[in-house]
C-alpha cells in the first residue's frame, strides 16, 4: 500500500496546482485516483495534465474509501475543517506529518483486504456432470422429503416438552455474533487498530456539541429574561406618564 499512498500524495499535489487555492476533499481525492468520470467531480479540472488520475482503479468504491480514511488516521493526510465562500463548514485535505517520510522510505503502509471469489463460466462437460449431480441430487431430496414426512408424522405424538426444547435452541441459533473479530472486520471501511481512536473522536465530538447545546439554551433564557424585564421597564414608565396626564389634565379641567 506504499505506493498506492505516494501516487496518492502525488494526484494531491498536482490537484492543488488546479484547484487554485481552493479546498480539495477526501471524497474528490478518492474518486480521482479511482478515475471517476463524473462532471460534479472533474468539472474545472483538467484530467489529461492531472498527473496520477485513475491509478487506483483496480479498487473498488469501497476499498478506495477504506485507503483513503486509512491514510489519514496514519498521518499521511491531514482532514481541517474550514468555512467555505458561501459561509458552511467544509472539510479540506492537506498533507499530513508522515507524508514526507513516506516519501523517503521511511514509512510504510500496510492494509489487509478479504479475498474475493470467482465466479467462473461452466463448459460443456461441466454442464453433463452438473446435470447429472443435479438429477441425483432431486433423487436425494425426494428420499429426503419422504423420511422427512415420516419422522414429523412420528414427532407429533410426543409431548411438548420437546418441542419447548426445539424452540430454546433455534433461539440459540438465531443469535447473531456481532463482535469485533468476527470476518466481516476484513470488508470493513476501517482497520482494527483505528476503531479505538476513531470511538475517542467521536465521543469528543459528541461531548462538545452537548456543550455547544447546553450554552445555547443557557443563551435563550437569558434573552427571554432580558426581554420581560424590558417590557417591564417600558410597561411602569407609561404608567406612570399615564399617571402624570391625568393629573395635569384634571388642573386644567378646574
Avoid at 21 to 34: A, D, K, Q, V
Avoid at 177 to 184: H, R, T, V
Amino acid at each position: 500500500m506504499s505506493n498506492d499512498a505516494r501516487t496518492i500524495l502525488i494526484l494531491l499535489q498536482s490537484l492543488e496546482g488546479q484547484r487554485n487555492g481552493y479546498g480539495i476533499t477526501l471524497t474528490l481525492l478518492s474518486e480521482l485516483w479511482r478515475g471517476t468520470k463524473a462532471v460534479s467531480m472533474t468539472r474545472f479540472i483538467t484530467l489529461s495534465t492531472l498527473v496520477g488520475y485513475g491509478n487506483g482503479s483496480k479498487y473498488v468504491k469501497k476499498e478506495t474509501d477504506r485507503i483513503a480514511h486509512t491514510l489519514v488516521l496514519e498521518g499521511i493526510l491531514r482532514e481541517t475543517s474550514e468555512v467555505n465562500g458561501s459561509g458552511y463548514p467544509a472539510t479540506y485535505v492537506s498533507r499530513g506529518i508522515n507524508a514526507n517520510a513516506l516519501e523517503q522510505g521511511k514509512y510504510e503502509v500496510i492494509m489487509n483486504f478479504g479475498v474475493k471469489k470467482d465466479v467462473r463460466g461452466v463448459t460443456s462437460k461441466g454442464r453433463s456432470s452438473e446435470s447429472r449431480k443435479k438429477s441425483s441430487t432431486e433423487e436425494s431430496k425426494k428420499r429426503k422429503d419422504t423420511a422427512r414426512s415420516d419422522q414429523e408424522g412420528k414427532k407429533r405424538r410426543k409431548g411438548s416438552d420437546k418441542s419447548k426444547k426445539k424452540n430454546k435452541k433455534k433461539k440459540k441459533d438465531d443469535i447473531v455474533d456481532l463482535s469485533i473479530d468476527s470476518e466481516d472486520d476484513a470488508t470493513s471501511v476501517l482497520p482494527k487498530k483505528h476503531a479505538k481512536k476513531l470511538f475517542s473522536r467521536l465521543s469528543k465530538a459528541h461531548e462538545a456539541w452537548v456543550r455547544e447545546v447546553r450554552l445555547l439554551t443557557y443563551l435563550q433564557t437569558i434573552l427571554l429574561l432580558a426581554h420581560i424585564s424590558l417590557f417591564l421597564v417600558y410597561r411602569r414608565r407609561c404608567q406612570t406618564l399615564m399617571f402624570s396626564v391625568s393629573i395635569v389634565l384634571r388642573k386644567i379641567c378646574k
